[in-house]
């Protein structure tokens, strides 16, 4: 038997078995093949080929079972293997698109059951835009890759007031990989544009604004959070100074420098109670005095300052107990400090929720999933009533006086 590469190998019979391979790589069985646009030599070739006793036109179905009978007579061979053996190995297309979009599928589904986007259910609408994008470059690997990377920095944040460039180089190994304009910065920006339920930023500015927000080259002097009743057992300035206006029934407001000089703080409280907002704090001071147990108030989106200080204090072993808004930004805060620092629900269900709503009252915007409680956003979609932590004050300062 002959070698087929070198009976034929030529170019004027390079149409058929390049078209040949085109339909056994769809991975579809082929009876048939249409050859079309053929020059008189191609022509020619093939009539030898199949021993036709006159030469074909331009346009001309070959059936593969003749030619399966004419190859297997000259070089013991069938159409498929000669095809192999002169063009290369076939593809599979069918397979092949299928094994993408398996992989693909996975991608998607790994993104949206990743622990970030579990706790923090305002991340949703940044998957669904990740997807409507598609894979980078054609490539599930280096589309997860970068997911991955951007997931990494968005556990981080907020970050501690360090300048970007630093804050990339702890978290990426590389000081400029959140540069203006790389794909990982314009993932996180828009993670974080989703978290806050607001429009990716457009320009400079808002760029440099939403990393700011996220603690990120923010003045350390002058971001602060707000406590009370707060009493560390150190002997240190910031420690000593906590417990004096403790004593004296009064607020205090402590810096993001403070917490990294004197941080972190040693209490005895097995307990801290963190709120959204500052008036329940003075509230509480206002009734309990001196008595007044630790509160923390986040005062909207806890900043830097706030998060690190709850941070060391789970890390310390403190619970924190977190209440906020029911309405949807309120949800959105709730879910993010509770999926940072490991604080729970207080008095946050839907049970709290539909006990104290009222008709008339200002409308709770956009609601994303609670996670520590699947039914809050249903009751907060179908009443569409805000209950801001005033109007269930009386409950929060009960709780705090028997704890106090």
């Known amino acids: 038997m002959g070698d087929p590469r070198v009976l034929y190998g030529g170019p004027e019979l390079a149409p058929l078995w390049r078209a040949l391979w085109q339909r056994y790589s769809s991975g579809k069985a082929v009876t048939r093949v249409t050859l079309r646009g053929l020059d008189l030599s191609q022509r020619s070739a093939l009539a030898d080929l199949l021993g036709l006793d006159r030469t074909p036109p331009t346009e001309t179905t070959v059936q593969v079972a003749t030619l399966d009978e004419v190859l297997r007579s000259s070089v013991g061979m069938e159409a498929r293997a000669v095809v192999t053996a002169i063009v290369g190995p076939l593809d599979n297309r069918t397979l092949r698109r299928e094994s993408d979009r398996l992989a693909r599928s996975e991608l998607w589904n790994w993104l949206a059951e990743h622990e970030i986007v ?145 941080g972190p703080l040693a209490v005895s409280t097995s307990c801290v109670r963190v709120v959204e907002n500052p008036s329940i704090l003075a509230m509480a001071i206002a009734r309990l005095g001196s008595r007044c147990p630790p509160l923390i108030a986040t005062s909207g989106w806890p900043n830097s300052a706030c998060m690190l200080l709850m941070r060391q204090l789970t890390e310390a072993g403190v619970t924190l107990g977190y209440h906020g808004d029911f309405d949807g930004e309120g949800i959105r805060i709730a879910a993010h400090v509770m999926s940072r620092t490991g604080a729970t629900a207080w008095r946050m269900s839907t049970r709290d929720y539909l006990t104290a709503v009222h008709p008339g009252r200002p409308d709770s915007g956009a609601i994303t999933e609670a996670p520590w409680d699947p039914e809050l956003a249903s009751a907060l979609r179908q009443h569409r009533s805000t209950v801001s932590e005033e109007h269930v004050a009386e409950q929060l300062l009960s709780d705090l006086d028997a704890s106090g």
């Open 118 to 262: 579990i706790g923090q259910p305002a991340l949703e609408a940044w998957v669904a835009g990740v997807r409507r994008t598609g894979v980078v470059d054609g490539s599930v690997e280096k589309t997860r890759e970068v997911l991955a990377r951007a997931l990494d920095v968005l556990a981080e944040l907020p970050s501690d007031g360090r300048p970007l460039p630093a804050f990339a180089g702890t978290v990426c190994g590389d000081t400029h990989a959140l540069d203006d304009g790389t794909r990982l910065s314009t993932l996180v920006l828009r993670a974080l544009a989703a978290i806050h339920d607001e429009p990716p930023p457009e320009d400079a500015e808002q760029r440099r604004a939403c990393w700011e927000r996220a603690g990120i080259a923010c003045d350390a002097m002058s971001t602060s959070v707000l406590v009370a009743g707060l009493r560390p057992v150190g002997t240190d300035p910031l420690s000593a100074t906590l417990r004096q206006w403790a004593e004296h029934a009064e607020a205090a407001v402590i810096t993001l420098a403070q917490i990294r000089r004197h």
